[in-house]
Each structure stands twice: as C-alpha cells, then as structure tokens.
C-alpha cells in the first residue's frame, strides 16, 4: 500500500511539474525570440547606412599603419618574442569594438527623441530583451569592424591563427566585449539624457579605458597604481582573450577561461542594470 501511495505522489510531482517546464521553456523561447527581433530592427539601420562601417574603420587602419609600423622599428616594448605589429593588432581590434560600442548610447538618445523608445516601453517585450537585443545588435557591428580589422592585419603579415575554434573564440569574446561596453554606453544614455553630456562622457571613458589597458603594451610596463586599474579594467581581459585566440603564437596571461568569465560576468551585469535604467530615457 505504502509503494503506490509513493508511486502516486511520484507520478503527481512530474505531472505537476512538466507544464511548469513547458511554461518556463515557452518563455524563454519567447524572451530569445525578442530579443533577436530587436537585433534585427538595429542591424536594418546599417544595412542602410553601410558607410558609418567605412568611417570607422579610419582609424584601426592609422593605428596599424602609422602606429604600429614606427613602433616595430623603435623595438622598445617586451612582447614576448611576437613582432610589435602581431602584439599589436588584437589590441587594435579591442579598441575598434570600444570605440564603435561606446557611443552606441546615442541612438537611444536620438530614439527618445523620435518617440520610438515610448512605442517600445509600450509593447509586452521584456525591458532586459530590449538591452540585450541592442548589445546583440551592437555585437554585429563590431564583427563587421573585426573583418576590417583581419584584413588589415593580413596585409601587414601578421601570423593570424586560422582554426575554426580559435576564429569562433574572436567572434564570441567580439560580441561579449561588444555587449558589454554597448550596454554601458546605454546606462550612461539613461542616465545623462542628452546627447552633448552623453559625447562629452563617452569622450572621457574611451582613452582611459584604451590606454589602461594591454591594448598596445604590456601591463608590466605600467607604474603599479595604474597596474591595479588595469586589471579592473575589463578591456585588459579581451584584448588578453583575443591575443591567445588571433595570432599563431599567442598565448593567454590569464587563461581564456578567466578572461571569458569576467566579460560574461561584466556584461550580465549591465544588462540587468540596464534593463531596470532602461525606461529612466524616456522621462
């Protein structure tokens, strides 16, 4: 008697707790679904604006070129037994997603503005899968930039890494780096409101972010103070990922598994920050 009695409430706890699941997967299918959407609608825009792809890539182009060519002759930087210009160029893909994700803010400024952010406040979609779907948005755009980026570096023969896995790495801690500084840029919209403080703080961030950073030297350069800051710095474990992932002979300071879960950890965080900031831009 006791074993069906067991049997029974078994068999009620799995029937009780299978709708639970279908309900809970259903959600999230919907909440991914969403967000993808909303990545759509922003990656529409550069479809119709291929040229802000081009201006972009300006200045990764002056960075390699004119930068990183003097100081290859000048060899006054420890990199390890890599050419400066190999050292060099996940840097400058690092600084290219920064800069190209750190004003990303301003269209949502511009959104209020238009009174597209109200309609978007308005409609079921979860205000964390419109940050998300944003960051995703802001993701591709810098893998356009990381294209730019590979071919530059390919023209200055930099020995690249060419295996699938490592090429998926770039892309992932592309799109992490991506979604993290895109999604600060947001809180920083959300919180400033207008576009002249939004460019004036977006400003201030971008060097200090770069050159705290083992963007274009090594950390161990650095006096130890600003050491510190750099390795708070979650720019320093991107470029770090991307070093040991692009170049033949790269390797990891702090080993990719670290490097992966600071910027997941980072960006998470933000995402929920500003999810919840989210609907501060339209007041």
């Known amino acids: ?21 279908a309900h809970s997967l259903a959600a999230i299918v919907r909440f991914v679904d969403k967000t993808l959407t909303i990545a759509n609608l922003e990656v529409r825009k550069l479809r119709h604006d ?12 002056l960075w390699l070129l004119v930068f990183g060519q003097v100081f290859s002759q000048v060899r006054a930087i420890p990199t390890g037994g890599l050419p400066y210009i ?23 400024i511009w959104e209020r503005d238009l009174g597209i952010v109200q309609k978007l406040l308005v409609s079921p979609t979860p205000r964390t899968a419109l940050v998300l779907g ?11 930039q990381a294209l730019i980026v590979y071919a530059l570096a390919v023209l200055l023969g930099v020995q690249m890494n060419w295996n699938p896995l490592a090429l998926a790495g ?26 002249e403080r939004f460019m004036g703080i977006g400003q201030v961030l971008t060097m200090p972010l770069f050159f705290a950073s083992n963007a274009i030297y090594p950390i161990s350069l650095m006096p130890g103070w600003l050491q510190v800051i ?34 997941l950890g980072a960006a998470t965080v933000v995402v ?12």
């Open 170 to 195: 770039v892309v992932t801690f592309v799109l992490l780096g991506a979604g993290l500084f895109s999604t600060v840029s947001l809180i920083i919209a959300c919180l400033v409101k207008t576009r």
């Open 272 to 283: 929920i920050i500003g999810g919840r900031l989210y609907p501060r831009v339209a007041t």
């Open 230 to 263: 750099a390795h708070l710095n979650p720019l320093s474990y991107e470029v770090d990922g991307l070093r040991a992932l692009m170049l033949a002979g790269g390797t990891s300071a702090y080993g990719l598994a670290l490097d992966l879960t600071i910027l």
């Open 1 to 21: 008697m006791k074993l069906r009695e067991r049997d029974a409430l078994r068999a009620g706890s799995v029937s009780w707790a299978l709708p639970y699941l």
């Open 50 to 61: 291929p040229t802000d792809l081009a201006s972009r890539a300006v200045q990764p182009a």
């Open 134 to 144: 944003k960051a995703l948005s802001a993701g591709i755009r810098a893998f356009a």
């Open 86 to 108: 190999d050292f060099m160029a996940p840097g400058i893909l690092a600084q290219s997603v920064l800069f190209i994700s750190i004003f990303y803010g301003i269209s949502i």
